[in-house]
């Protein structure tokens, strides 16, 4: 389970975003509850960028964050967001 932990002024949330599935021999695949449009969910067979999401250690990709990702790049510059990776 991909858990979304966000800080804001005196704020916080918690959110459990997604689910990261074993895919056969592709690999991981990916089942992401985005707010925009409307609280839609997104099945990505290829994580992609959003492979930041899974490995935070990982290569780093020049305009992809967390905070971006997960659809808070409109909020103000202040907002913290991290993700943890919690097993079923």
């Not at 804001?8 to 056969?24: I, P, Q």
């Not at 509850?33 to 990505?44: D, S």
């Not at 290829?46 to 409109?74: E, F, M, S």
């Amino acid at each position: 389970m991909l858990r979304e932990r966000g800080r804001v002024g005196a704020g916080s949330w918690v959110a459990d975003r997604g689910l990261v599935l074993r895919c056969g021999d592709r690999g991981e695949c990916m089942l992401l509850g985005v707010t925009e449009p409307a609280e839609a969910a997104l099945f990505l067979p290829a994580p992609g960028l959003y492979r930041a999401l899974l490995d935070p250690r990982g290569a780093w990709q020049p305009g992809v964050t967390v905070r971006d990702l997960l659809g808070h790049c409109d909020r103000d510059h202040d907002v913290d967001v991290t993700v943890e990776l919690h097993p079923l």
